[in-house]
């Protein structure tokens, strides 16, 4: 079988297209004239549903096949045809009338995706859909590709899981929304591929535990533009890098292998940007939290993330007034703080939520306590932030406009993420565009924002 899809053994191609889209499906129509009426069926309907058909295996999102079984000699034939479209492309449905004898299919194949028997284009039809986004059709659709979005046309959040397998004692989001379920890599790789399309420059990587990608599905193995990849944090961050965008990743807990990550922030794959929520420092506290990652040494965690990628940013969020913190325990997380020398961090007191576990802890901290805990950890960390920012000043990079007013751009550096972080003003320039990158010089910091101006980018 030559790599041409859409090539039946008994008759010569009917069928051939070749346009770069991001919903491709190869095909295969093996057997007798009522199976190549299926199969002309089933290119119908993929066609109105707007997918393209492509000539080869390499540039096909998914294969399907459409098998004979009328014979030991089509049998084989059809087997050796899966084999094929698994060895080159990976991704295969399998149609028609070996289909009725899943079995031996499965025996052979177990990685198939769906098997349908013969005369069956809505059961195709929906496992196209199921495993490949269905394209965008400007003249039937009403939304537009990337979906309606509520963020800036220049960046987006892409949410790649949902839920949480831990169980945190102040949360009640796994109660809510259930253990991790993790988007499948395709999925997630075709949805940053359309957002790009539609103009987005910065990507938001976010869920309720962005390092646990991929481990309810076991890492499972797919093929993402001719790479074999796993459905796990660095493959999904690899893939995501070689876009060619700003890729920020959120809510990563410290495991060790995030370690992992980090060079690619330190090869400018993805934002050297790390948001790690510690919520604490002091052990026990985290323990009682039933914090992930409790027992690992965040500190020597950040050090050797900073010997691979010495610019990365590192965000955090805490909590102060846990139930039981003593003022020894509080002042440890200070400690950790001035040790840390984190480059952005958020604080919240403690405030108890309905239904959450920590609720039954002994130890209520009072909230004039609480308030100046909070009150105390800020005023370390502003120190902390203004000394960092300070150190920034003369340095060049890039950054993005977010918006122009009348007094100039307001812009984001790779270190701040909107909304959380700070900003980069740059007086008078009133003339750049929202969504931009600028090349600027950094002039002047206070506690949490920069004033720049703009220069010219070095030639390559
Ligand atoms: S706080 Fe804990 S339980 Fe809640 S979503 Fe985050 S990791 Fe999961």
Redesign the pocket.
Known sequence: MPANVLVCQNHPPVYKENTMTNSRVGFISLGCPKALVDSENILTRLRQDGYQISPSYQESDLVVVNTCGFIDAAVEESLDSIGEALAENGRVIVTGCLGARQDEILARHPQVLKITGAHATDEVLEAVHKHLPQPHNPFTDLVPPQGIKLTPAHYAYLKISEG?????S?????SMRGDLVSRPLEDVMHEAERLQTSGVKELLVVS??TSAYGVDLKYQATNWRGQRLQTRFKDLATALGELGMWVRMH?V?PYPHVDDVVPLMAEGKILPYLDV?F?HANSRILKLM???AASENNLQRIRSWREICPDITIRSTFIVGFPGETEQEFDELLQFLEEAQMDRVGCFAYSPVKGAQANELPGSVPEEVKQERLQRFMEVQAGISAQRLQQRIGIRSTVLVDEVVEQGAVARSMADAPEIDGQVFIDNATYLKVGEFVEVEFEDADEYDLWARPVQSDPK
């Open positions: 949480c397998n831990h169980r945190c102040f949360c009640i989001i796994p309720q535990d809510y807990y929520p919520q039933k914090r992930p």
